[in-house]
């Protein structure tokens, strides 16, 4: 019903910058918070970033200053652009929704498939 379709990973040098986008598609009512997770290899999924229905957002400690989350309701996308880029922000970053469906008046959670981000020192 819902479709998640992230692009925008790529391999960066350290200090560079990516910008990623998630877009959704389905029989969507509407999106309440929109976010971004990344796990790196042997580590736990984490919140990267998130943006609210009303524009609200919130960082990583980690990324806080150099990451910037944004989201486009008419086009049911969301974005983070990622600048000054560090190794340590090599992983696989998901985007995850929180919407409602057109046909189920619930709120409905749903990930994307992921893109990798490596970044080379």
């Known amino acids: 019903q819902v479709q998640l379709v992230e692009s925008g990973g790529a391999l960066a040098q350290a200090g560079g910058s990516l910008r990623l986008s998630c877009v959704a598609s389905?029989?969507?009512?509407?999106?309440?918070?929109m976010a971004w997770y990344r796990q790196a290899p042997g580590k736990q999924r984490e919140l990267v970033a998130l943006?609210?229905?009303?524009?609200?957002?919130n960082y990583a400690d980690s990324v806080k200053g150099r990451f910037t989350i944004s989201r486009d309701n008419a086009k049911n996308t969301v974005y983070l652009q990622m600048n000054s880029l560090k190794p340590e922000d090599t992983a696989v970053y998901y985007c995850?929704?929180?919407?409602?469906?057109?046909?189920?008046?619930?709120?409905?959670?749903?990930w994307g498939q992921g893109t990798q981000v490596t970044v080379s020192s």
């Open positions: 943006v609210t229905s009303g524009g609200s957002t």
């Open positions: 995850n929704v929180d919407l409602i469906l057109l046909n189920i008046p619930r709120r409905s959670n749903y």
């Open positions: 389905g029989s969507i009512f509407s999106i309440n918070t």
